[in-house]
């Protein structure tokens, strides 16, 4: 099996059908990417909160690539197998002013720098009180170029991917993203060690290699699809809810998980937020009893009470 790489260096900030591919390869072969974590090199392993005053954001959720597939062509699907990922040996959240579910209510910078404790598959959130979190690696970007002409942020997700931060997307998982235009032109970056679904998470470097293959037998593949061996393993879990409108319910629930994390488990609310953001799970619960939703903000119990 033929195999590629492309280099940290290779990279762009967003997605735009006219930059020039890093590698060309046939349907079918392998790359590894060598991705710098989201902050493009602003943080490193010795910053603190001060760094993230003078982050430069038009820096950051670089994708490495692109990578041109011959066979593609407009009209077919790219199938990414997820093949390995291997995470740096440190990572970082933050709660950034302005960014976030619940920004008005968390105006002031907090900056986390994790060890990631890779033979054992854990990082500590606070070793004293025994909360560690599980390490499962994905890159929150994976995407192919748009059709249409001119540069795109690679912040938001799109049609055809990108920014999709779906932690479910990992090793042994296949994405499927619709192509459209010649070659593909795929690029993934935005390493994470941990996250929740719709939160922020543990950003660390990563190398992750893929088998890029198109197929042609797939033209209901509007939007990224994805297929996943992933389950929960009769995970206990804790859970919060918010009845009212979407936006309105998925901020309640949050803010009923952090006040919980605070009086069960003596959270700053800084820590309650950020521990929502890197382990807890939003889901829809109830969609059909216009106007309200149910919201569930999930905090899986397996985190607590770790022992050093």
Same mark, same amino acid.
């Given at each position: 099996?033929?195999?590629?790489?492309?280099?940290?260096?290779?990279?762009?900030?967003?997605?735009?059908?006219?930059?020039?591919?890093?590698?060309?390869?046939?349907?079918?072969?392998?790359?590894?990417?060598?991705?710098?974590?989201? #902050?493009?090199?602003?943080?490193?392993? !010795? #910053?603190?909160?001060?760094?993230?005053?003078?982050?430069?954001?038009?820096?950051?959720?670089?994708?490495?690539?692109?990578?041109?597939?011959?066979?593609?062509?407009?009209?077919?699907?790219?199938?990414?197998?997820?093949?390995?990922?291997?995470?740096?040996?440190?990572?970082?959240?933050?709660?950034?002013?302005?960014?976030?579910?619940?920004?008005?209510?968390?105006?002031?910078?907090?900056?986390?720098?994790?060890?990631?404790?890779?033979?054992?598959?854990?990082?500590?959130?606070?070793?004293?009180?025994?909360?560690?979190?599980?390490?499962?690696?994905?890159?929150?970007?994976?995407?192919?170029?748009?059709?249409?002409?001119?540069?795109?942020?690679?912040?938001?997700?799109?049609?055809?991917?990108?920014?999709?931060?779906?932690?479910?997307?990992?090793?042994?998982?296949?994405?499927?993203?619709?192509?459209?235009?010649?070659?593909?032109?795929?690029?993934?970056?935005?390493?994470?060690?941990?996250?929740?679904?719709?939160?922020?998470?543990?950003?660390?470097?990563?190398?992750?290699?893929?088998?890029?293959?198109?197929?042609?037998?797939?033209?209901?593949?509007?939007?990224?699809?994805? !297929?996943?061996?992933?389950?929960?393993?009769?995970?206990?879990?804790?859970?919060?809810?918010?009845?009212? #409108?979407?936006?309105?319910?998925?901020?309640?629930?949050?803010?009923?998980?952090?006040?919980?994390?605070?009086?069960?488990?003596?959270?700053?609310?800084?820590?309650?937020?950020?521990?929502?953001?890197?382990?807890?799970?939003?889901?829809?619960?109830?969609?059909?009893?216009?106007?309200?939703?149910?919201?569930?903000?999930?905090?899986?119990? #397996?985190?607590?009470?770790?022992? !050093?």
């Amino acid at each position: 099996m033929s195999i590629h790489s492309v280099r940290r260096e290779q990279c762009h900030l967003a997605w735009d059908n006219s930059i020039p591919p890093a590698i060309r390869i046939k349907s079918g072969q392998t790359v590894t990417f060598d991705c710098v974590d989201a #902050s493009n090199g602003q943080i490193d392993a !010795s #910053s603190t909160v001060a760094t993230l005053g003078s982050l430069v954001f038009s820096r950051l959720d670089q994708v490495n690539g692109p990578v041109y597939v011959e066979e593609a062509q407009p009209g077919d699907t790219l199938q990414v197998d997820v093949l390995s990922i291997e995470t740096g040996e440190w990572g970082w959240s933050a709660l950034i002013p302005g960014f976030g579910l619940l920004a008005d209510e968390f105006p002031e910078p907090e900056l986390k720098i994790w060890k990631l404790n890779k033979d054992e598959g854990f990082a500590w959130f606070n070793e004293a009180k025994g909360i560690k979190i599980p390490l499962r690696p994905f890159a929150g970007e994976m995407g192919v170029a748009r059709g249409v002409k001119g540069s795109y942020s690679t912040i938001p997700p799109y049609n055809t991917g990108g920014n999709i931060d779906t932690k479910h997307v990992t090793v042994g998982s296949t994405l499927f993203l619709p192509i459209e235009v010649e070659g593909a032109l795929f690029s993934t970056g935005d390493g994470h060690a941990a996250q929740d679904d719709g939160g922020t998470a543990i950003e660390t470097s990563i190398q992750v290699t893929v088998r890029l293959t198109i197929r042609n037998d797939r033209p209901y593949t509007k939007t990224p699809h994805f !297929s996943t061996t992933a389950s929960d393993k009769d995970e206990e879990y804790y859970c919060t809810t918010g009845v009212d #409108s979407g936006s309105t319910a998925t901020m309640s629930a949050v803010r009923h998980m952090i006040d919980f994390l605070c009086t069960e488990h003596q959270l700053k609310r800084t820590e309650a937020y950020m521990l929502c953001s890197v382990a807890g799970d939003l889901r829809l619960h109830e969609v059909v009893d216009m106007p309200n939703y149910v919201v569930g903000m999930m905090m899986p119990q #397996s985190i607590f009470g770790g022992s !050093s």
